[in-house]
């Protein structure tokens, strides 16, 4: 009889998905069976090298269901034995994607939406219909090795994937969505993201890259290295370096920088100690919306703008004059867009006190600092000529976001009820700065993708704004501030394991205080207000938790529930609204999830992972683009799908997440019970590879059903899917040539409008790459 395939049994929602799943690890670790769940460091890839696959493992576990994960877990265990919902994706996996940012990798990851429209940085990030009402990733913390990039991930025009990049020194990238992230980081409710760099253990080599752009100006070269320095030393250090237009036809360098990572482990018997150092200087356009129409609730382009395309800060305008925190004047390079410096020193370490006890340490201080330059459309040309629109410059001095943070662990691990348990006691300390100064002219500007020319209010060339920084929309957007949040937060989490059950617990209270000022323009002095002048001295705190149960049926199958509540404090979002000297409540933003999984695989290659989830969400925000402040309440239920298989030369893993989301409350009645904003019931990815010989061929679909762009649900974000593809041809063992497209059809896809529908933002068109890559 002849057998049936294991695709036959592969759920319709996953057969019909289109997508790049974020499962697409390097290799599956087999089962390591520690001995009493063992603490969890963020960074156990240097003390706890993965074995090998076993052969017959390679093919039967397409999810790495096997593989030890470290990242928002009390214990080091397999995903198997987990009850979360969680990710990985290997360096190889990484290269594959083509993505030019992380945000845009992230795309990747079933259960995450990225709006990842706005260039290298400022990128839109939510979970599982969690709302997306402000920008950057309220509700997700983004690590670098087990450490928050920013203490916050709405920090408006300083989010934290602005001071992160995705290149060559990155091992792996693990996502938990949900679970205990609420309990064991701060901030993160909705999910971490956690990017984990190579250490050069188990390692004696590097690599080297060169990227040109095809049909764009762009060099990028990127090499790494890493190895064994004798008696348990090992290092790696890599980075790259760049130059181009910037994702888009400028006509200009807008992109240019780079990055560097080190880092240098010694491992001794009773565990390990580690330096790491980055430092970042980069530059690359920030995008936001362009002029468009919205007729009949459908989007349409206005004439002679492109929204896949366009870009203003041209050399039309080529600087703008503003002040800085002490009300001198600055005059800045437009070319600037967004520019990031980033320096960070790191240590972590790893001891085994005996006895069963372990102590654990990570600790890193971050200097943060930029500027952020992009051009916000304020009408659609509505002028009564037509012939220019009004846009303003939001030139934004990023003039600290500086941090430090340490986390400390020490776990004991013992025999419990005729099974093993952990039990681990945590705190995390925080600071972190945000300082910035605002000022904000307006310019008219011509309609043209790349070509705009500055106007005066008649339509005639100029190089004047229109109006400065102190009169912008009533004077809203000529500030400065300067505000300390110090973070304290203690944690308590106890694992045990017995038979096939594994259950967790875990507990922490987040306390938070802030310390600082507000300063806001004065339009008739043109100088700082001192009388404007507004004390910041609050203290808010929160007690979150966790709880699940995991149930293995068998070696290849395993359910698991989990039920969770965490909160997300607001940074400087709060410093538009009610006095905050302490003398009134502060608002926190929560949410409590319930979640049901289950993971299952085939040993004919097939890999599954399903999980049902219930998210409700209570917040308040300020949206900068519109001025406006909200208190809503909103509800998300749905489906998240993950598959994989694995036969001979054939690769395939796929990605759906389903979600029937609402608003329950809010300030405007008329919006409760209609779908929050850009929330589609339908994601979903496809990633393809087949491999010939030298010859490897692949794609990624990424695609999203139809959303609203506004929370009245007047307009209609219509279904995209975007497909990028890759081929590579081994020239020799050790010399790799590749070919890449970004949006190989150039599919107008739009991530976002404004909520009156004069500006929406899109996703880059197409883009050809070329890449030769040597290992040594």
Not at 87 to 109: D, F, P
Not at 172 to 197: H, K, Q, W
Not at 342 to 362: H, K, N, V
Not at 646 to 651: C, D, H, I, N, V
Request: aromatic letters at 8%; proline letters at 4%; glycine letters at 12%.
């Amino acid at each position: 009889m002849r057998p049936s395939s294991p695709l036959r049994r592969l759920p319709l929602a996953i057969a019909l998905s289109l997508a790049f799943p974020a499962a697409w690890s390097q290799t599956a670790t087999p089962e390591a069976a520690p001995p009493a769940a063992a603490p969890a460091s963020a960074n156990e890839r240097a003390s706890e090298p993965a074995a090998a696959a076993a052969p017959q493992e390679a093919s039967t576990d397409a999810l790495s269901l096997n593989q030890v994960v470290v990242t928002g877990t009390s214990t080091r265990t397999s995903k198997m034995k987990q009850s979360l919902s969680i990710s990985s994706m290997g360096s190889e996996q990484i290269a594959k994607t083509g993505a030019t940012s992380a945000a845009e990798l992230l795309r990747a990851v079933p259960g995450l939406r990225s709006e990842s429209s706005g260039g290298e940085g400022n990128a839109n990030i939510t979970v599982r219909g969690v709302p997306l009402s402000a920008g950057g990733s309220r509700y997700v913390q983004i690590q670098e090795d087990g450490l928050p990039v920013l203490l916050f991930g709405d920090i408006a025009f300083g989010t934290a994937d602005q001071f992160l990049r995705a290149d060559v020194n990155i091992d792996r990238l693990e996502v938990v969505r949900g679970g205990s992230a609420s309990t064991l980081a701060s901030n993160s409710p909705g999910g971490l993201i956690n990017f984990i760099s190579k250490t050069g253990k188990g390692e004696q080599g590097g690599s080297m890259a060169l990227t040109g752009g095809l049909d764009h100006r762009l060099w990028r070269v990127e090499a790494d290295y890493g190895g064994s320095l004798g008696r348990g030393t090992s290092f790696h250090i890599g980075g790259f370096q760049r130059q181009g237009e910037g994702g888009r036809p400028t006509g200009r360098t807008l992109e240019q920088g780079g990055q560097i990572k080190a880092n240098l482990t010694q491992t001794f018997d009773a565990g390990y100690l580690r330096l790491n150092l980055k430092a970042l200087d980069d530059r690359t356009p920030s995008l936001m919306p362009v002029p468009v129409q919205v007729v009949n609730g459908q989007i349409r382009t206005v004439a002679g703008i492109d929204p896949r395309q366009a870009f203003f800060l041209t050399s039309g305008l080529p600087a703008d004059t503003t002040v800085d925190r002490n009300g001198n004047p600055v005059t800045t390079s437009t070319r600037d867009g967004l520019r990031v410096k980033s320096f960070a020193i790191g240590l972590e370490t790893s001891l085994d006190l005996g006895q069963g006890w372990t102590l654990e340490d990570r600790f890193r201080r971050s200097s943060n600092s930029g500027r952020f330059m992009a051009l916000f459309p304020a009408d659609n040309g509505n002028n009564g000529s037509n012939a220019f629109f009004t846009g303003t410059l939001f030139n934004t001095s990023l003039d600290d976001l500086g941090n430090t943070f340490n986390d400390l662990k020490l776990s004991r691990k013992f025999a419990l009820a005729g099974g093993s348990a952990t039990v681990l006691g945590g705190l995390f300390n925080g600071v972190q700065q945000v300082a910035q100064t605002w000022f904000w002219n307006q310019y008219n500007l011509s309609f043209s993708n790349n070509g705009a020319r500055v106007v005066d209010a008649a339509g005639q060339p100029s190089t004047l704004p229109v109006s400065s920084g102190w009169d912008t929309w009533g004077g809203c957007c000529a500030r400065t501030f300067d505000v300390q949040y110090t973070q304290t937060s203690p944690y308590l989490a106890l694992a045990w394991e017995g038979g096939p059950v594994n259950v967790d617990l875990s507990v922490r209270r987040d306390g938070q205080r802030a310390s600082g000022y507000t300063l806001a323009g004065n339009a008739q002095t043109r100088n700082w207000d001192p009388a404007s002048r507004q004390e910041v001295d609050y203290k808010v705190s929160h007690t979150s938790y966790s709880g699940g149960v995991n149930y293995a049926v068998s070696s290849d199958l395993a359910v698991f529930g989990r039920v969770s509540n965490g909160v997300a404090f607001s940074a400087d979002r709060l410093l538009y609204g009610n006095p905050l000297d302490g003398s009134v409540p502060v608002a926190i933003n929560e949410i409590d999830q319930t979640e049901l999984g289950l993971k299952w695989r085939d040993k004919s290659g097939l890999s599954l992972f399903v999980t049902a989830f219930d998210a409700r969400t209570n917040e308040s925000n300020y949206e900068v683009t519109t001025r406006t402040f909200t208190a809503n309440r909103y509800r998300a239920r749905g489906l998240e799908l993950e598959g994989a298989y694995t036969s001979g030369p054939w690769r395939l893993t796929a990605g759906a997440t389903w979600t029937h989301a609402r608003i329950r409350s809010a300030n405007d009645p008329a919006l409760v019970g209609n779908k929050p904003r850009r929330q589609a019931a339908l994601v979903w990815q496809l990633a393809p590879s087949y491999t010939i010989g030298d010859l490897e061929l692949g794609a990624a679909v990424v695609g999203s059903g139809k959303s609203y762009g506004d929370d009245a649900n007047t307009i209609t974000m219509k279904s995209y899917a975007v497909v990028n593809a890759f081929v590579n041809y081994a020239l020799t063992e050790k010399i790799m040539l590749g070919l890449s497209a970004n949006n190989l059809f150039d599919k107008l896809a739009y991530t976002e409008i404004e909520g009156d529908g004069h500006a929406a933002r899109a996703l880059n068109g197409r883009t050809l790459r070329a890449t030769l890559k040597i290992d040594f």
